[in-house]
Each structure stands twice: as C-alpha cells, then as structure tokens.
C-alpha cells in the first residue's frame, strides 16, 4: 500500500476545518500539519483532526518543514497574495489548493498570474459551487443539448447574513475585496463555467441596508454591501445575472439558478445548510428541466448522502472538490480550476462593486488586468 498523501492546511478557521472534515473521508490522505497564529482556532481544528498533528503559528516555518506533501489555504481574503507568493517561491513545488477569493485587487491579480507562470504542481482554486451535486447536475442537462442554444443564466441568492469570524475580518471591504468579491466571485465563476464564454462589461447596483449596522469596530461600521443587482455581459452576446440578499434566510431555498436557451429552461434549487434551519435537518435540492415542445416541467430530486451535508455549509461539494484536486495530485489530471479562473472571477467581482460606486457600466478590458 502506497503511503497517504500529506496535508497541510494553512488557516485553522470555519473553512479550514471544513477543509478538514472532508479530507478525512478521502482515500488515503492523512492531514499531518496545520497553521495558523490564532490560538483558539488550532485547538478547535487539533479536535477536528482527532490525532496529533505538526502545529506551526507561521506558516512560513510549515513551508520549510518537511511535514507534508501538499498545501490547502484558508487564510482571510487579504492575506492570500502573500501566502501564495510564498508558497510559490518555496524551495519545495508544493500542491496547493487555495480557497476563494484568489485575491482581492486588480494589482493582487496581476502579481500573482506572473509569479503562478512555472510552477510545477498543481495549483487549484477553491470554487466549490462547481462541484455541487445538484448544479453538475444541471449542468449535465444543459451540455446534453435539454434546453438547446443557451441565452441567459441567472442565480439568485437569498441567505443569511456573513457569519462571525476571528477579528472580524470579513466585516470590510478593504479586507475580503467587497461583498460581490468575497461572497459572490464563485457565482461569477459559474457564469463563465455555463456560458463558456468571457465577460466584457458589468453593471450592478447594491447596498448595506440591513446587517452589521449597529456594529463597530475600533470605531468603523463594517461596509459589506448586503444587497445587490449584477448582470455580466459576454462576449456571444449572452447574458447572466446575480440576485443576492442576505437577510433573506426565512427562505425555503438558498440558492436558485435559471439556464434557459431556445429549446427550454434548466433550474436548480438548493437550500441551505441544516445548521442554519434548527429543527429541520437536511434538504435535499431539486433539478426541473422545462422544455418548449412539449410543455410540462420534469422535477426530480439530487440526494447527497447526509454524512458529506453534515460536513460543512457547501452542499457536499467541498468533498468533491477534494476528490478532483487529490487527482490532480496523484494522477496528473489537469487541473480543472485554474489560476487564471480564479482571477477572472475575482475580476468580474471587482467590477461589479466598482460599477456600484460609480453608478455605471464597467468594461472589463479597462481594468487591465493582464
């Protein structure tokens, strides 16, 4: 028997022991490292692991260590740059899946395409929605040709609002890159993912209306825009749209997403995670295939088993992910999130919180990024 795969994973917080958690149900794979300064999050995350691991509170002595074989970050949003920077100089090429948002500005993105250029291992970014069971579902029925020549994409997501988490970093936009960057860049993934297309031109409208208002933090209210409005504009012509509320989280469905094309229409329905809805336990999401000719929607349900639900707040999909990255690794299948994915998300997010404050359409080839 081949020996198990080590991980080390950079970031002991909520998504780092998600992270965790599902690393433990893949085959052959062992977590034998974690970092992180904060002391509170590596013992919750020691706990998680259920076994002694190597503790490092700088993740730089981690990448001088010979504690492990591959890499995954979950670190806060601004701090991504420069782990990544450093992983990427490290004397070892490690593999290294790192979480959404790759980034947080224009210049982050264009730093970090040039020094990804070379890098011999695998380099995945954490796009999890990709891997939902019940989005690969619909996403099944769009390339078998069910709704014909696809037109328009919309998602709509109406949640709770941003969770706690350690200094509350994810309480400014200087911090997590914006709302529609921080929350949002998988979204704006998807889009590019089912359109396979580019986008060229943003317009959104949003706001902080609701949440974190009567909060402060050495005197600054957070401005985590709440609210929003975003339709991209591609290249063919085709057209998506984001519908996003989080103070929306009485609703029944989390996420809902629209694929219509000449032919019929695709959604998906996706609810939220059990923990937020006490009492009620898991739900299981729904796929409805909807076609012109003959009319009469088709509904079937897409069960995931409740052990990868009870997981984390993803659906199940944190554990696919893993399986694909794990294969990257192992058997050199390419990598299926790239770098230049994970910043063009990050790109259309950007775009979308600059349209808002400027009132006005943004063209995506005046950001330069590359």
Known sequence: ????????????????????????????AVVTALADPHGESIASATKTVGRDVQIF????????????????????????RAVLEDILSAPTAFPTLIEKPLCTTIEDCRQLAEAAQGHRAP????????????????????????????????IREHRHPFLTKVGNWNRFAARTGGTLVEKCCHFFDLMRLITNDEAVRVFASGAADV??????????TPDMIDNAYVVVEFRSGRRASLDLCMFADGAYWQEEFSAVGDKGKVECFVPGAGKHWPGRGERQAEVVVSPRDPKGPVRRTVEVDEKLLSLGAHHGSTYFEHLGFQQSVLAGVPVKVTVEDGLKAVVIGLAAEQSIREKRVVEIDGLKLM
Request: aromatic share 8%; glycine share 8%.
């Open 57 to 80: 509170a700088d993740y730089r002595d981690l990448l001088r260590s010979k504690a492990c074989d591959v890499l995954v970050v979950a670190t806060p949003n601004d701090t991504h």
């Open 123 to 154: 380099l995945w970014v954490g796009m999890e929605y990709r891997y939902m069971p019940p989005l690969t579902a619909m996403i099944d029925e769009i390339d078998a040709g069910k709704i014909g020549e696809l037109k328009m994409f919309s």
């Open 211 to 220: 949440n974190h208002r009567d909060e402060s933090y050495d005197g600054k």
């Open 1 to 28: 028997m081949t020996e198990p795969l080590r991980y080390g994973v950079i970031g002991a917080g909520m998504m780092g022991q998600e992270h965790l958690r599902n690393i433990a149900l893949l085959p052959n």
